[in-house]
């Protein structure tokens, strides 16, 4: 097990520099994460049903200027990983699933507060930065921006470890002890989630021609499942 | 007073650099540090044996910076020029700060409409639906959907912003990426609609079904409450942390 720890160690603060201080070529999104914490820990497929959910749900919040968006790189380790982990128990059910989604909004908000401490320690860094050119350093800007990328790459390490920690936690501890019938009742909140990501899709792509679509595509493709369900 | 022309390896590393402009995103000077590294090879170049005004013009790059980062290769490709400029003695110093002030605002505005308010959805979208049929297909979908725009805009940014500031701009306005950003709005918009009529017609069919259009109503207008929750600031995290109380009360029943 301690392997699969190092490397969700490892793979995680590549995926939260790729969230906001390298590259940003969407390695952090949480389909791809959570479906990597999911083959790490045994279920690629597990995580990443989770992480198709996961995906859309932050969308809403952009990260516009200072604003910090929750940590949904985060949310998606724990769910990756609780998924693959009660998938190997007593089995990703509708109350499981329903419960891994809702608990990572713990992780989103804790990676979130992680996220404000590493930018304020990167104004040290930053303020160390020109004092040192100011003296006459240039190579101190190489130096500090490799401190800010060692900086996030750390606590993307940590969080990940965490994260996943707490994911193993919850589907070898917590939901074996929820019963069917508790798991079976919290899986009456299941339709909801998918649809505030979909809502958070909606919220973002807003203008006077796409409420029509949207709207329209729902109702087709709502259509077209009950059809072939039926013909099935 | 003679600058060093500007070689291709330094233009080369300059473009490799900016992948890091938020390397040590800070909340005072922002990208200030990530836009120093990025553009300190052509310093040094362009001030070869001038330690004093390589000084100079590191701080200039040190001020304030924040912008969408795509984006920001633009700015970085004319401040480039500027600086090239101001090592020839043909250039004022200040104007490599104005220019930068006068561009990084809007081309924020710009950026963050189009990358994460109109692409990412759509990949992150196209990716989720996919995901349905196979996990694989589903990342490869938001891989590939986001970064052929991604790395192609930042590449024609930075091509555009090496030929000079007055190049920068005009080529903006050419981008025309307010219509861009239009037409990926409304590929989202149709996506996600996908995406909630799946699930939708999947909890249907595995629940009643029957009273089929009450229940494509009672789902529309979920999403469309969300939707106005997310317009008036609520965020998801907070409509989640309801529902997991809510979960928390039905276990406790």
């Known amino acids: 097990m301690a392997w699969r720890f190092l490397l969700v160690a490892v793979v995680g603060a590549g995926c939260y520099l790729d969230r906001t201080a390298a590259c940003q070529f969407m390695l952090h999104r949480p389909l791809v994460v959570a479906s990597l914490a999911g083959a790490i820990f045994g279920n690629l497929s597990a995580g990443a049903q989770v992480g198709a959910v996961l995906e859309l749900f932050y969308l809403a919040r952009l990260p516009v200027g200072a604003s910090i968006p929750p940590d949904d790189t985060g949310a998606a380790v724990f769910a990756g990983s609780a998924a693959a982990g009660v998938s190997s128990s007593i089995g990703l059910d509708a109350g499981s699933f329903t419960a891994v989604l809702l608990l ?10 992680a996220d404000r ?11 160390l930065i020109v004092e040192s050119v100011d003296r006459g350093d240039v190579q101190a800007v190489e130096h500090g921006l490799l401190a800010g990328l060692t900086l996030f790459a750390v606590s993307g390490a940590a969080l990940s470890l965490v994260f996943s920690g707490a994911g193993v936690a919850v589907s070898k501890g917590l939901l074996p002890h929820v019963g069917p019938s508790g798991r079976t009742g919290i899986a009456v909140l299941l339709p909801l989630l998918p649809l505030v990501g979909a809502a958070s899709v909606y919220s973002c792509s807003r203008m006077e021609k796409t409420s029509a679509a949207f709207y329209l595509t729902m109702a087709l493709v709502f259509g077209a499942t009950l059809f072939f369900a039926w013909a099935a | 007073m003679t600058a060093a022309a500007h070689s291709p390896a330094c233009k080369g590393k300059v473009w490799l650099r900016q992948f890091l402009l938020q390397g040590c995103w800070n909340y005072e000077g922002m990208q200030n540090v990530g836009f120093a590294y990025a553009i300190l090879p052509a310093l040094r170049e362009f001030y070869a044996g001038r330690p004093e005004e390589t000084l100079k ?7 304030f910076f924040n912008t969408q980062p795509a984006l920001g290769a633009v700015i970085l490709g004319a401040t480039v020029r500027l600086e090239e400029r101001v090592a020839r003695g043909e250039g004022d110093p200040r104007a490599v700060g104005t220019f930068k002030v006068g561009m990084m605002g809007s081309l924020g505005a710009i950026g963050d409409s189009f990358f994460w308010g109109a692409l990412r959805p759509m990949a992150s979208a196209a990716g989720a ?4 049929l196979h996990p694989l297909a589903g990342i490869a979908a938001l891989l590939l959907l986001y970064n052929a725009s991604h790395l192609r805009i930042r590449l024609r940014c930075y091509k555009a912003g090496m030929e000079g500031p007055e190049r920068a701009v005009s080529w903006l306005k050419e981008a025309a990426l307010n219509v861009k950003t239009e037409d990926r709005k409304m590929a989202a918009a149709i ?5 909630a009529g799946v699930f939708a017609g999947r909890f249907a069919v595995a629940g009643t079904g029957g009273g089929s259009l009450l229940l494509f109503l009672l789902f529309a207008a979920a999403v469309h409450l969300f939707a106005v929750l997310f317009r008036k600031a609520v ?3 907070e409509i989640l942390a309801v529902l997991l109380i809510t979960g928390g009360l ?3 029943r």
Do not use: D, M, W
């Open chain 1, 104 to 113: 990572s909004v713990l992780a989103a908000e804790t990676g979130k507060l």
């Open chain 2, 250 to 252: 039905i276990l406790c």
């Open chain 2, 235 to 237: 965020s998801p995290s």
């Open chain 2, 57 to 63: 013009a590191v701080k200039r790059q040190l001020e």
């Open chain 1, 117 to 127: 401490f590493v930018r304020k320690v990167n104004g040290r860094i930053a303020r």
């Open chain 2, 191 to 195: 996506l996600g609609g996908a995406y």
């Open chain 2, 129 to 132: 639906l996919l995901a349905l």
